[in-house]
């Protein structure tokens, strides 16, 4: 076992023993049989200037102090470099990678080679910090260190190459992305470039990219679906929670804003231009349409039937607001107080009527002052004449009282 960093620099000899150059890249080219790629060629620095590729069939022995070669100079024939080819410290050294088990982004310190049967091949990418060690020349030190402590290595096979204009971009399989969890992305994605983020988000599904925008602050939201296509984003927008696809499309041009709007679905379009009418840190723009309502007089197993379909469709189900024929707000209750009603006592009988609310036009800070005071996890909102339009919970009503990164760690009291 060997890593490129060790080898990278060392001196070349040609077949009389005569040095020549130095090592300065190692050549690497994808098979689709085989998961970890053979070294194909060489990279040699020649003294007096200039560069040859040379095939590592040319090579007697590339793991040794020194690099001989089996010509002369002159006489080695020349290795002829297609598009995919890897060269090892150009394109994955101090490359980012996706570490899904650790949901962070890494970069690559090294490169580990494995001889088998003469044959030379890549095993692991190094992303631990002994990899700086060993490319500080501090080779010994680094070797005892690792006898002592487990190094941070992921295989070649979990590993995939994507090519970005002229450089290369490091990367685990996008399928291992989807078992993070949303937060986890967005903070992955705020380690990354703008284009980086795209690639990363053109990897997943339609409902995982819905989840992860909903994550990340509106402007960067923003940022990222700039290159997205309108039909990808509209999809992308009916899967958002509908304040938060209105928080998206307030901060696009409004041209596009039109034509996203035009190709959502009709239900969906509709909840979200009512909290795009609202000032945008009021209640009313700060608020999901999607909640649960019910009518007083429903029975607890009727109400529970009921809940249950619309399961899907709401944001939140802890509180369960009960309305009147035409949407007046009478009354609230909580599942624990529907799963010890009796099966056949009406709702109006077991709800609350003393219900803390806000008014559409309030604003942000209002409601976060009222969420606060009353230890709500999500609050009413609405109009003048006490009809029900939407919910603020806790998270939004809050997001301009505390900072983001401790908003985030709020429990999330979905579905």
């Known amino acids: 076992m060997a890593y490129l960093s060790e080898i990278i620099g060392r001196p070349v000899t040609d077949l009389d023993g ?47 102090p020194v690099i001989p070669l089996k010509y002369r100079l002159e006489e080695t024939p020349a290795f002829e470099l297609k598009e995919d080819d890897i060269l090892l410290s150009r394109d994955v050294l101090d490359k980012q990678i996706i570490d899904t088990d650790g949901a962070r982004v890494v970069r690559v310190n090294d490169v580990e080679l494995i001889r088998v049967n003469g044959t030379i091949y890549v095993s692991n990418v190094d992303v631990s910090w002994l990899g ?70 053109d990897s997943l599904d339609v409902k995982h990219i819905a989840d992860t925008l909903e994550e990340v602050e509106p402007e960067f939201q923003a940022e990222l679906v700039e290159h997205m296509s309108n039909e990808k984003v509209a999809d992308v927008l009916e899967e958002m929670e509908p304040d938060e ?15 996203l709007l035009a190709l959502m679905e009709q239900d969906d379009a509709e909840d979200v231009r009512k909290l795009m009418a609202y000032p945008e840190e009021s209640a009313g723009g700060i608020m999901t349409t999607e909640y649960a309502s019910i009518h007083p007089d429903l029975t607890a197993t009727e109400a529970i039937q009921m809940l249950r379909g619309m399961a899907d469709e709401v944001e939140t189900m802890f509180y369960v607001y009960v309305v009147d024929e035409a949407e007046h707000l009478i009354g609230t209750f909580s599942l624990n107080n529907l799963i010890f009603a009796p099966p056949g006592q009406f709702v109006s009988d077991f709800m609350t009527k003393r ?45 301009k009282i505390i900072p983001t990164a401790w908003k985030k760690r709020l429990p999330r009291f979905y579905r």
């Open 18 to 64: 005569k040095p020549v150059g130095k090592l300065a890249d190692v050549i690497v080219r994808p098979w689709a049989e085989f998961p970890h790629p053979l070294i194909e060629a060489v990279t040699i620095e020649i003294h007096g200037g200039g560069t040859r590729y040379l095939p590592f069939a040319a090579v007697a022995a590339l793991l040794s």
């Open 132 to 201: 700086i060690i060993r490319r500080m020349g501090l080779v010994g030190l680094a070797h005892f260190l690792a006898r002592r402590i487990k190094q941070k290595g992921i295989s070649w096979d979990d590993v995939e190459l994507m090519r970005r204009d002229q450089s290369m971009h490091l990367r685990v399989p996008a399928e291992k992305l989807h078992d993070l969890h949303p937060a986890d992305l967005a903070e992955i994605m705020s380690d990354l470039n703008k284009l980086e983020s795209g690639q990363l988000l």
């Open 245 to 259: 696809a209105a928080d998206l499309l307030g901060d696009l041009p409004k041209e596009r804003k039109e034509d």
């Open 355 to 399: 219900i803390i609310t806000v008014n559409l036009t309030d604003d942000q800070e209002t409601v976060a002052q009222t969420v606060a005071k009353y230890d709500l996890i999500a609050i009413p909102v609405v109009d003048d004449q006490n009809r029900l339009h939407g919910i603020v919970t806790a998270d939004d009503a809050l997001d």
